[in-house]
Antibody, heavy 119, light 110 residues
Framework: EVQLVQSGTEMKKPGESLRISCQASGYRFSNNWIGWVRQMPGKGLEWMGLIFPGDSDTRVSPSFEGQVTMSVDKSINTAYLQWSSLKASDTAIYFC????????????WGQGTLVTVSS | QSELTQPPSLSGAPGQRVIISCTGSTSNIGAGYDVHWYQQFPGVAPKLLIYANTNRPSGVPDRFSGSKSGTSASLAISGLQAEDEADYYCQSSDSSLGLLFGGGTKLTVL
């Protein structure tokens, strides 16, 4: 069974750094792109970017270029999303999701990580 | 404002058929990219409902169906049930922007 398990809720102050994680199991991690999706409070889904664990190739949405960094550690089947300096507007739930091999959809999702940024 | 336009809300009575539209452009849906649909209940992750325009993953009831034509796509839900009350999102790709989600449609079962 494919599973994506994300790290827990984070409460941070503006200007702080943060890295959240997404650990995959149940399939060959290197074979599928992992996507990150933001959902701000009461709002819709926004695609942030994709990373291919096989070679760390990344695709970033123009809306998030320069705002976040994606990375992976293949040795522990884990993808990361990182901020160097958080803003209050980064408050959101962040989902990781596995992209299907056959289509450009997300066929499995993590449970989401709530990030709250407040002074 | 998303490049994929969905009605913000829709409602229907139990047993009715509702259709959720997803309107794009010649740089995304109209360029031949597939459309996928997700269902999301409050507080939980989205779930894939329809992939590649018309296909249902295993376990999704056949009351849910998808279609695509030109620069638009649609999700139809027949025999509406109370448990279908959720948010629905379309997703596609864009030649310039990468992946796209629609703004989402909140479906209310009356």
């Amino acid at each position: 069974e494919v599973q994506l398990v994300q790290s827990g809720t984070e409460m941070k102050k503006p200007g702080e750094s943060l890295r959240i994680s997404c650990q995959a199991s149940g399939y060959r991690f290197s074979n599928n792109w992992i996507g990150w999706v933001r959902q701000m409070p009461g709002k819709g889904l926004e695609w942030m970017g994709l990373i291919f664990p096989g070679d760390s190739d990344t695709r970033v949405s123009p809306s998030f270029e320069g705002q976040v960094t994606m990375s992976v550690d293949k040795s522990i089947n884990t993808a990361y999303l990182q901020w160097s300096s958080l803003k209050a507007s980064d408050t959101a739930i962040y989902f990781c999701a596995r992209r299907s091999l056959s289509a450009r959809n997300f066929d499995s999702w993590g449970q989401g990580t709530l990030v709250t940024v407040s002074s | 404002q998303s490049e994929l336009t969905q009605p913000p809300s829709l409602s229907g009575a139990p047993g009715q058929r509702v259709i959720i539209s997803c309107t794009g452009s010649t740089s995304n849906i109209g360029a031949g990219y597939d459309v996928h649909w997700y269902q999301q209940f409050p507080g939980v992750a989205p779930k894939l409902l329809i992939y590649a325009n018309t296909n249902r993953p295993s376990g999704v009831p056949d009351r849910f169906s998808g279609s695509k034509s030109g620069t638009s796509a649609s999700l139809a839900i027949s025999g509406l049930q109370a448990e279908d009350e959720a948010d629905y999102y379309c997703q596609s790709s864009d030649s310039s922007l990468g992946l796209l989600f629609g703004g989402g449609t909140k479906l209310t079962v009356l």
